[in-house]
């Protein structure tokens, strides 16, 4: 399965406890100091996590299980749901902007954030509203220039008046706009510190001046610990109305957007996803809320699987796999799709947590494994490939012959592929498996 | 069949470590001393401003923990939330208390005053490990490359060293090799002017290795001591960008066998966990020689270095603790673990 960090440690968690009726304190103990160090690992603030850690306690206990369904897998369902409701819930409204009126966007955050990268990555997502881009960092060397440069590529108009007060720049560029009925000016300022009174109190006069709509802050997705304190130091300067979260195709689990969220109150309007400007993607809480967990829900993963799968089989797959219908020959199919993809190696390095885990002797025997369950299905007739319990011990050497392995090497595989649609089973059941959702309908699951 | 990837490697790289001798040879002091006494604030002084704004802090904090006669299990929990929430990370907290558990459990610890002595004294001993000379006096020249991930503060960073490096009498060079980033290259400019540092730089687009190349060229005929390579800011899962650093590499190494002479990470001191996984990529990249954390002058401990250091066996070289070319101080140790634990 390619569920890494959290599922398949409470895999192991409570994988003793099966055959037990509801949630319990006792058999979700284990659980939960798994979720905590999940959550820990993936950069939720320390003291976010106890709180979120005691909600689900509660959520928790007395919950009851379906038949078949393990309480680990229960709690797993019930962990991201509090996540994805902690993040603003399943279905954010947009980010619109009407196009009968002005807008005016101002852009605030840490140096190295990505505020004019995402600037102008926003003059792009509207440019029917014909933005201009207005360059306020007057500190760091050729930022004006930088914001000129994405302005153009964006097709964006640019207003720039040197390294003088920012204030008379935004309102210059204001006054700029509206000359040329630009519907949205976005206003680029130097990255600063929160701790930094000067240039916190510089952003409050210009935000005085400029009398933004919008004030976006830009967090870079990696922001460890501390990302509840800047949050909350620039909110509370200058009341923020989204956060956009940067750097997303990383591989960063991104719990500090659950710090934003948590202290801010404010939405998380987009994820930026590299450095080309039409990296912005609506932010999603389903996504993120499964990559805090580990779930491997990583973008560039999901563009490599879309590569290789077209939507239709993609949802083909997931119907199967929900459906128990799932068959060798599936499982096959999308073994060849993963080989497609590149080497396990570096997919799995792809996988948040993954790359931690494993060394490199170890992906070098997955691959191997790889190779070695291709050669087995490959060798089994179609009647057996649907229905690998006609599997009987002359057909077994056969197979062995065709694919170069041997009987106990082809049950470790059938066995394993047992556990694994179990396992797609209970899922489901427990009313978790959206694949759809968590990873828009491209990732092979049968990994 | 992937079922079994997710067992967890066993590597004790404390163990390791523990075997590894204390040999600190800071050259970085030396060669750097005369930039370093001329400031009024010294790096103690800059790190314990930026370190001790946070509220608390993590010595108050500390102190709290034996005053209310608390069980040892609750001293503990404490000293650990204090030390992940500097971003030292789950595992390498784990360890850290592994290794004082037994003190306060016996009782050789009964003090905070010592707790955090022996929390300091395992940080900075770790810290101290990994130091040998910077290799910026070869011959014909040294060759620096600095490279991370987008904003980190490489570039900035390369100007710092080459102020620092020019103030003891080094003939510096810069090519700015991102040629990717809107206004990268002027930016590297704009600090050469400053330092007057030259800078080689190659057109918009331009294959950054052939930069490279080119620098590595002019640095030769010039007489210049080091070479500054600037790269682009490339997230560790960009393949394709990684293997251009590896590109930028080679070329310089058919030039010049010995050379990158120092290969710099520059990792922001706001990073979480991730920098792990960025230590990690570049490393195997480039066989990294130091690494650089920016940024201390805010609100971030950068904590998660400390487990990096350890896994990686690599030195810190330098901290950066502002905006101005100035604002970069040899990594010391001691300075930072006193800093770390320093009250407000
Ligand atoms: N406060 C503070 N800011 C820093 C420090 N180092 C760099 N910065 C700021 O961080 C921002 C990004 O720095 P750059 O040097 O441009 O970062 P970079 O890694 O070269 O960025 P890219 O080339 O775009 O990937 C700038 O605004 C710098 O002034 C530091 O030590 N402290
Ligand atoms: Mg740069």
Known sequence: MMFGGLSEKLQTAVSKMSGQSSLTEENIKDALRDVRLALLEADVNFLLVKEVVEQIRQKAVGVALEKGVQPAQKLFSLVHEQLVELLGGEQPTPFQLSSGRQHKILMVGLQGSGKTTTAGKLARYFKDLKPTLVAADIYRPAAISQLATVAKQAGADFYQAGQKDPVEIAREGLAKA?????????????????????????????????????????????????????????????????????????????????????????????????????????????????????????????????????????????????????????????????????????????????????????????????????????????????????????????????????????????????????????????????????????????? | MVFSLFKKKSTRLADQIEKESESVSVDTQSILNPVTESKEESLYDRLKRGLSRTSGGLVASLRGVFGQGAGHEEILEEIEAILIQADLGVKTTQRLLDQVRPLVETNQIRDSTALIEKLRELIQKQMSLHVSPLKLNEKPFSVVLIAGINGVGKTTTTAKIGNLLQATGKKCMFAACDTFRAGAVEQLGIWGERLNIPVITGSEGQDPASVAFEAMKKAQKEDIDVLLIDTAGRLHTQKNLMEELGKIQRVIQKNMPAAPHEIFLVLDSITGQNAVHQARMFHEMLKLTGLVMTKLDGTAKGGVVFGIQEELGLPIRFVGVGEKFTDLQPFDPQSYSQALFEEN
């Open chain 1, 178 to 447: 509206k000359e040329s009925n630009s519907r949205l000016v976005i206003l680029d300022t130097a990255g600063r510190l929160q701790i930094d009174e000067d240039l916190m109190n510089e952003l409050i006069r210009v935000k005085a001046a400029f009398e933004p709509d919008h004030i976006l802050m830009v967090l870079d997705s990696m922001t460890g610990q501390e990302a509840i304190k800047v949050a909350q130091a620039f909110d509370e300067k200058l009341n923020i109305t989204g956060v956009i979260l940067s750097k997303a195709d990383g591989d960063a689990r991104g719990g500090a957007a659950l710090s934003v969220s948590k202290v801010t109150k404010k939405p998380i309007l987009f994820l930026g996803i590299g450095e080309k400007l039409d990296g912005l993607e609506l932010f999603s809480a389903q996504r993120v809320a499964s990559r805090i967990l580990g779930m491997g829900d990583v973008v560039g993963l999901v563009e490599k699987a879309s590569e290789v799968m077209d939507e239709s089989t993609a949802k083909k797959m997931q119907r199967k796999m929900g459906s128990g219908e799932f068959n060798l020959e599936d499982f096959l199919e999308q073994m060849q799709m993963i080989k497609k993809m590149g080497p396990m190696g570096d997919l799995l390095k792809m996988i948040p947590g993954v790359g931690q885990m494993i060394g490199e002797e170890q992906l070098g025997g997955v691959e191997q494994e790889m190779k070695r369950t291709v050669a087995i299905i490959s060798s089994m007739t179609p009647h057996e490939r649907q229905d690998p319990s006609i599997l009987n011990g002359s057909r077994k050497r056969r197979v062995a012959q065709g694919s170069g392995t041997n009987a106990q090497q082809i049950n470790h595989l059938l066995r394993q592929f047992e556990q694994m649609k179990q396992a797609m089973k209970q899922m489901k059941k427990a009313g978790f498996f959206k694949p759809a959702n968590l990873l828009k309908g491209k990732l092979p699951f049968g990994m």
